[in-house]
C-alpha cells in the first residue's frame, strides 16, 4: 500500500506540473471558441444565469462553462482563467488512470504467469506507466491546458469505471458498498453526458461490460444483486444528465449540435469516406497525426516514438491474452481487462471515423485518452518483466533493475517537457494557432485610459454570435464588452465599416479584427 501511495503521489506531483506550469502564458494568445466560453461565463456571472447549455457557437454544453465562471471569479477575465478549469481535470484524469488500470490488472498471483501475456503485469507497476504517460504525453497535456469543455469527458469516464469495476467483486458478499459505489459511478457517468458531444457513444461500453459479467452473476446465483447494482448505475446516470436531457426535449435541433455538419454519412462515397476515416484514424497514433498546431505538433503521430512503440506492444499483449484465455477456456475474468480496455478503445475512435472534417481529429479522440495510456503501460510493464527475467536474482541485478525503471520514468518526463515545453511550445506557428494577435490588441485595449474611444473594426468572418463573428469573442472576453451594456464603461465601440466613426471625431483608437 505504501508503494501504491507513492507511486500514485509521484504521478499526481508531475500531473499537476505538467498541466500548470507556465499556464499564464503557454499555450499563447486566446483561441476564439475558448473566449466564447470565457463570454458566457461572463454574462452568467454578471447576470446570475447559468444555463445547462449554451446555444451560440454550434452549441455546447454548460457544465463546464459554469466552472470557468468560478475560475474567472477568482482570476478575472485571463485565458489562464479558463485554462485552469481544463487542468484541473486533465489532473484528475491522470490520477482516474492510475486507479482504473490498477484495479483493471488485480489478477490474484498470477502477475508472474509466463503463459498469460496480460497475467505477468502488476498493477501497481502498470498503473504507474500509464498515469506517467498520460501525465506528461503531448496529446493529453496539449488538451489540458486549452479551456475546452472536451477535457471533462476522458476524467468522467476514467472515474466512472474505475468505480464501476471496483464494485462488481463486491456485489455478492458486500452488496451496500457495491450498490453505493455503483450509484457514485453512475452518478459521474452521468455527468459526463454535460462535457462533450463524443461522449455519448459511451453508453456502449457500459452495455459491453454488463453482458460481460451478466453470464458470471447467472452461473454464481447473484443475478438479482447484480441488476440490482447496474439499476442504481443506471438511474443516478439518469438523474445526472436530467437537466441537459430535458433541455434536449425542448430544443431538440441543438442535442445533434455540430455532428451533423462534419458527418462522414452525409458524404457522396459513405463507406469509402469511412474506411478512409478509419485508416487515418488509427494511424494518428504511429504514422501521421493532426495537422493543426491548436491540437498536436502538426503531422507529427500523436504519441511520442517510445510510447507509441509500447502502445502497440501493448495491443499485441491484450490480443495474445484474449487468443490465450479462449484457447485454454479460462474464466471471464482473464479476457475482462482487454474486453473494457478495446471496447474503451474502440468506442472513443467512433465519433472520430464518423466526421468528415479534419481528420486525423485528436480533439474528436480525447475519450481514447485512458484506454490508448492503459495499452502503453501494459508494453511498458511487459518490457521490464523481461528485464527481471534476464537479469540475475542477485543484488546488483535487483539494482539494476531499479535504476533502470527510475532512469526510464526520468527519460519519459524530460521527453514530455521537451516535447510540450520546447518543441511545440516554441513553435513559431503555434501563437497564429491561438490568435496571439487578438490578445494583444485586447491587452492593448485595455491600457489605454477609459477617456479614449476605441472603435473596433470587424472585418473578420466566422460563426455569427450576435450579430459579430466568433473571431471577435478573443477581444470581447478579455475586454469584458460581450454584453453590450458593459461597452459604453469601457468606452468601445464595435463596428463593421469606417463610415459608422462620427465624421470630425478626433482622439480616438482604431482597432481592426480581420
Known amino acids: ?239 445526472a444528465f436530467a437537466p441537459l436531457a430535458l433541455y434536449f426535449v425542448a430544443h431538440p435541433a441543438d442535442f445533434m449540435g455540430r455532428t451533423t455538419q462534419v458527418s462522414a454519412l452525409s458524404d457522396g462515397s459513405p463507406v469509402k469516406a469511412l474506411l478512409i476515416n478509419t485508416v487515418k484514424t488509427i494511424g494518428m497514433f504511429n504514422v501521421v497525426g493532426d495537422f493543426n498546431w491548436r491540437h498536436n505538433y502538426s503531422g507529427d503521430p500523436i504519441l511520442s516514438p517510445v510510447v507509441g512503440g509500447l502502445f502497440l506492444i501493448g495491443i499485441a499483449l491484450c490480443i495474445a491474452s484474449i487468443i490465450v484465455s479462449v484457447r485454454k477456456k479460462i474464466s471471464d475474468k482473464d479476457l475482462f481487462p482487454a474486453i473494457v480496455i478495446f471496447s474503451a478503445f474502440g468506442v472513443a475512435l467512433l465519433p472520430v471515423i464518423a466526421s468528415s472534417e479534419g481528420i486525423p481529429h485528436a480533439l474528436r479522440a480525447i475519450l481514447a485518452v485512458p484506454p490508448v495510456f492503459i495499452l502503453a503501460g501494459i508494453g511498458a510493464d511487459w518490457l521490464f518483466i523481461r528485464l527481471k527475467a534476464w537479469l540475475n536474482e542477485t543484488e546488483t541485478a535487483k539494482t539494476v533493475y531499479r535504476a533502470s525503471i527510475a532512469a526510464f520514468t526520468i527519460f519519459i518526463i524530460l521527453e514530455g517537457y521537451v516535447l510540450y515545453f520546447v518543441r511545440w511550445g516554441g513553435n513559431p506557428n503555434v501563437p497564429g494557432a491561438y490568435a496571439q494577435n487578438f490578445v494583444d490588441m485586447a491587452r492593448d485595449i485595455n491600457s489605454l485610459p477609459i477617456s479614449v474611444k476605441k472603435y473596433v473594426l470587424v472585418k473578420a468572418g466566422g460563426t455569427d454570435v450576435r450579430g459579430w463573428p466568433m473571431p471577435t469573442q478573443t477581444v470581447m472576453f478579455m475586454t469584458n464588452t460581450f454584453i453590450p451594456e458593459n461597452r459604453p464603461a469601457k468606452n468601445i465601440v464595435y463596428i463593421r465599416n469606417l463610415s459608422e466613426i462620427p465624421e470630425g471625431e478626433a482622439g480616438y483608437r482604431l482597432f481592426e479584427i480581420n
Not at 500509464?130 to 504525453?137: D, K, Q, Y
Open 1 to 239: 500500500m505504501r508503494k501504491t501511495f507513492i507511486a500514485a503521489l509521484i504521478v499526481l506531483i508531475v500531473a499537476v506540473f505538467f498541466r500548470f506550469y507556465n499556464i499564464t502564458s503557454l499555450p499563447p494568445g486566446l483561441y476564439p471558441d475558448e473566449a466564447m466560453n470565457g463570454s458566457n461565463a461572463e454574462e452568467a456571472l454578471q447576470k446570475k444565469d447559468f444555463k445547462v447549455f449554451y446555444p451560440e457557437n454550434n452549441g455546447r454544453e454548460g457544465l463546464f462553462i459554469n466552472i470557468q465562471a468560478g475560475f474567472m471569479k477568482v482570476f478575472g477575465n485571463e485565458p489562464f482563467a479558463l485554462r485552469s478549469a481544463a487542468a484541473l481535470f486533465g489532473v484528475l484524469t491522470v490520477l482516474g488512470i492510475f486507479f482504473l488500470t490498477r484495479e483493471l490488472m488485480k489478477r490474484k498471483d498470477e502477475e508472474n504467469d509466463e503463459n498469460q501475456p496480460m497475467g505477468m503485469v502488476r498493477s501497481d507497476r502498470i498503473a504507474f506507466f500509464a498515469s506517467l504517460f498520460a501525465a506528461v504525453g503531448l496529446w493529453a497535456v496539449l488538451f489540458s491546458r486549452i479551456g475546452f469543455r472536451a477535457n471533462m469527458a476522458p476524467c468522467f469516464l476514467t472515474w466512472s469505471l474505475f468505480l464501476l469495476i471496483r464494485s462488481l467483486p463486491l456485489i455478492k458478499e458486500k452488496f451496500v458498498k457495491a450498490i453505493s459505489l455503483m450509484t457514485i459511478g453512475g452518478f459521474i457517468f452521468g455527468l459526463g453526458m454535460h462535457s462533450y458531444i463524443a461522449y455519448r457513444a459511451t453508453p456502449i461500453i457500459i452495455a459491453i461490460i454488463f453482458f460481460t459479467k451478466l453470464g458470471q452473476a447467472i452461473r454464481e446465483r447473484y443475478t438479482g444483486k447484480f441488476m440490482s447494482v447496474f439499476i442504481a448505475f443506471t438511474a443516478a446516470s439518469i438523474i
